[in-house]
C-alpha cells in the first residue's frame, strides 16, 4: 500500500511542479503583455529577464533529471565463490519475505546496507536487483544480527519500495536542479523552494513507512532481540567509524600516506574497543524525529518492534564476517575499488601510524617553532630558538600568546604542555623514539627497545632559566639532539583545516575575491565573476576538492601572520588587517556580495576579534 502511495504522491508532486512552472510562465507572458503596453520595450526586458532565465532553469532541470540513469553504486562485486554462505542466507531470506532474491550483491565501505532496482515504465516493471552490503557491518556483527538487516532490505523488496526509486530519484534531481539554478533574490525562485520543501515532506512521510513496514520483516525472520539490537549498533559502528577516520586514518591521509589495508583496521579497533561500542550503543541519546527525516527515529522503530509478532528463531552469535569466503582479502580488494590513494604511500599499520602521528606532532610544533621565530626574528627557527627564550627569561612574554588571560609568568609555566610537544618531536627527529600504534588507546611514544618514553616532567624542568640546563642533560642521556627539532614548514598552510563561512565577491585591497574562511586562514580566490552567481560559485568551488587543496591553488593567509584587525563597519563589513610583517590588507564587502550561509559574515568577525583576543 505504502509503495502505491509513494508512486501516486512521486508522480503527482512532480507533475505539480512543471504545472507550477506553465503557471508561472503564464503569469510572465500576461506581465510582459502589461508592460509592453505601458512602458518601452527596453523596460519590459530588463523586468522579464530574470523571470525568463528562472523559468529556464526549469527546464534545464528537467532535462538534467530525464537523462541522468539510476546506476548501481560503486562496490565490489560479490559472486558465489566470494561470498557463499551470504548468498544462501539472501535466497532463503528473499524466500521467506516472498520476493526474488537480488540479481547482485555489492560489498561497499558505508556503515549501511541498501538495495536498488533499474525498474522501467514508472516502476511499473521490475528490473535488475542490487544489494548492497557494507563491509564494517560484517566486520562488527553477529550473524544474527546481520540476517535481520537483510530481511529488512529484501523486506523493501517484498513491498515493493524499490520500484519507485528511480521515479523519486529523478523528482528530487529535477526539483533540487532547478532550484539550485535560480538566484535567491528572484522571486520565482521563492515559489519553487517553497514548493520542494513540500514535496520533499510528502516523499519523505512515504519513505519513513515504508521503512516501518520492512522493519517488520526484520523481526519475523531473525527475532526481536537480533533486530533491536543490530538497529541500535547502526550508530554506534557510524561513530565508530568516524572515529577511526579521524584518530587513525585522517592524521597520516593528510600527510600524503595510506594505511595498506584500510578496512583490516577498523576490524581491529572493533575488536579492541567492542566495550566501547557495547557502551555506546547501551547509552545512545534517543533523538526527535523530524518531516524531512527519511527514517523514524531508533525508538519509534523499536517500539513498533515490539509489537510486532515474532517466530521462533534460534539466536546466531558467530561473527557475521563468515559469510564471506576470506573478510580480509575482500577488504584489500574493495579498497583498490574505491579509495583513490594518489601518489600516497601505502604503508602497513605500524609505520603508517608512526609517520603520521611525528608528521602531526611536527605540524603542531611548526605552529611555534614559527611563532618562535616571528618572536625573535630567527630566519630558521626551532627548539633552541625557544630554549634560548628559556635562558633569557623571556619565556613568559613569548608565551602569553598562547594563553589568553595568562600572566606572563603564568603562561611560562603553562608552556610546559607546548614543550613537550617540542621534546617529542626532538626525540623522533634524533632517531632514539617512534610512536607505537595500539588499537585500544592513542598512539605511545616509545624508545628503542619499545619501553614508554613519558617526556612530560623534563618539558616542566624546560621551562623555567634555573632548570633547563639540567632538562638538556636528561634529554641527551636519553639520546636526544635538540638541535634537530626545527621547522619544517616555514609558512601555514590549510592541512586538517575546516571550513566555517564563505563570502562571495568581497574586495581585497580594492580587487574582488570570493572568500573561504576556515578555522586556520583565508582562501582568497581572485576575479571570481558576477556577483549575481556568488552562493552557487562557492558551491561548485567546495564541490571540486578539499579546502587544504583549494589553499594550494588559491592565495592563502593564516590566521597566524595577522597581527591585529581594525573592523570600522560590521554591515556590510569593512576592515583592516594588519600583518606581522608591516603589510596591511584591505577588507570591504559590497552591497551586491553573497553569503554561502547567512551567519558567514558573523563567523568572519568573530575570527576578527579572537585574532585580537
Do not use: C
Amino acid at each position: 500500500m505504502s509503495a502505491t502511495y509513494r508512486a501516486l504522491a512521486s508522480v503527482v508532486m512532480l507533475i505539480g511542479f512543471y504545472v507550477v512552472a506553465l503557471l508561472q510562465l503564464a503569469a510572465v507572458a500576461a506581465l510582459g503583455v502589461w508592460l509592453y503596453g505601458h512602458t518601452n520595450g527596453a523596460v519590459t526586458g530588463k523586468l522579464l529577464l530574470p523571470l525568463v532565465v528562472a523559468l529556464g532553469a526549469v527546464a534545464v532541470g528537467l532535462w538534467k533529471a530525464i537523462r541522468t540513469k539510476n546506476e548501481p553504486a560503486p562496490g565490489l562485486i560479490l559472486g558465489e565463490r566470494e561470498a557463499p554462505q551470504l548468498w544462501a542466507t539472501v535466497r532463503e531470506l528473499a524466500t521467506a519475505v516472498g520476493t526474488r532474491a537480488p540479481d547482485e550483491i555489492r560489498l561497499v565501505p558505508e556503515v549501511n546496507a541498501a538495495v536498488g532496482e533499474q525498474s522501467r515504465l514508472l516502476g511499473l516493471l521490475g528490473g535488475r536487483r542490487t544489494l548492497y552490503v557494507g563491509l564494517p557491518l560484517l566486520q562488527a556483527m553477529r550473524v544474527d544480527q546481520f540476517r535481520s538487516v537483510l530481511a529488512h532490505e529484501l523486506g523493501h523488496y517484498s513491498g515493493r519500495h524499490t520500484r519507485l526509486g528511480g521515479v523519486a530519484y529523478r523528482g528530487r534531481l529535477a526539483i533540487e536542479g532547478t532550484v539550485e539554478r535560480i538566484s535567491p533574490r528572484n522571486p520565482i525562485g521563492w515559489v519553487f523552494k517553497g514548493y520542494a520543501k513540500l514535496y520533499l515532506m510528502v516523499d519523505n512521510a512515504a519513505s519513513r513507512r515504508q521503512e516501518l513496514e520492512a522493519d517488520r520483516a526484520s523481526v519475523r525472520l531473525a527475532g526481536p532481540e537480533a533486530a533491536t539490537s543490530a538497529l541500535r549498533t547502526l550508530p554506534a559502528l557510524s561513530a565508530a567509524w568516524h572515529f577511526y577516520e579521524t584518530r587513525y586514518v585522517d592524521p597520516g591521509w593528510s600527510a600524503g600516506l595510506a594505511p595498506d589495508d584500510l578496512f583490516g583496521g577498523f576490524a581491529q579497533l572493533i575488536e579492541a574497543r567492542r566495550g566501547e561500542i557495547d557502551e555506546l550503543r547501551e547509552n545512545a541519546p534517543e533523538r526527535e524525529g523530524s518531516r524531512w527525516d527519511t527514517h523514524p527515529p531508533i525508538g519509534v522503530r523499536v517500539a513498533a518492534m515490539a509489537e510486532t509478532p515474532a517466530s521462533g528463531v534460534t539466536p546466531d552469535d558467530r561473527p557475521a564476517w563468515i559469510m564471506l569466503a576470506d573478510v580480509a582479502s575482500a577488504g584489500l580488494q574493495l579498497q583498490d575499488l574505491v579509495v583513490a590513494h594518489g601518489s600516497r604511500r601505502r604503508l602497513p599499520w605500524a609505520e603508517f601510524i608512526a609517520e603520521a602521528v611525528a608528521a602531526s606532532v611536527q605540524h603542531r610544533a611548526d605552529r611555534i617553532y614559527r611563532a618562535a621565530g616571528r618572536f625573535t626574528g630567527t630566519a630558521a627557527p626551532g627548539l633552541p630558538t625557544v630554549l634560548d627564550l628559556v635562558r633569557s627569561g623571556r619565556l613568559g612574554e613569548f608565551a602569553e600568546q598562547f594563553f589568553a588571560d595568562a600572566t606572563r609568568k603564568e603562561a611560562a609555566v603553562a608552556f610546559a604542555g607546548p614543550m613537550e610537544t617540542l621534546l617529542d618531536n626532538a626525540a623522533v627527529r634524533s632517531g632514539t623514539a617512534h610512536w607505537q600504534l595500539s588499537w585500544s588507546g592513542p598512539a605511545r611514544l616509545v624508545g628503542p627497545s619499545g619501553e614508554p618514553w613519558d617526556l612530560a616532567e623534563i618539558a616542566k624542568l624546560a621551562v623555567s632559566p634555573e632548570t633547563v640546563d639540567e632538562a638538556l642533560a636528561r634529554l641527551a642521556e636519553r639520546g636526544v639532539d635538540v638541535t634537530q627539532a626545527t621547522v619544517v614548514q616555514a609558512r601555514a598552510s590549510a592541512r586538517d583545516a575546516d571550513l566555517i563561512a564563505a563570502l562571495a565577491n568581497i574586495k581585497i585591497d580594492g580587487r574582488e575575491h570570493d572568500v573561504l574562511v576556515l578555522d586556520n586562514g583565508l582562501i582568497l580566490i581572485p576575479d571570481p565573476g558576477k556577483s549575481s552567481e556568488g552562493e552557487n560559485r562557492l558551491k561548485a568551488l567546495l564541490g571540486s576538492g578539499p579546502v587544504s587543496e583549494l589553499a594550494t591553488r588559491h592565495p592563502y593567509l593564516p590566521y597566524e601572520e595577522i597581527a591585529s584587525v581594525e573592523v570600522t563597519r560590521q554591515v556590510p563589513l569593512k576592515a583592516t588587517l594588519t600583518l606581522h610583517d608591516g603589510r596591511v590588507v584591505q577588507v570591504q564587502e559590497l552591497m551586491a556580495s553573497e553569503l554561502l550561509e547567512k551567519h558567514s559574515r558573523d563567523t568572519l568577525l568573530r575570527v576578527f576579534e579572537q585574532i585580537n583576543d
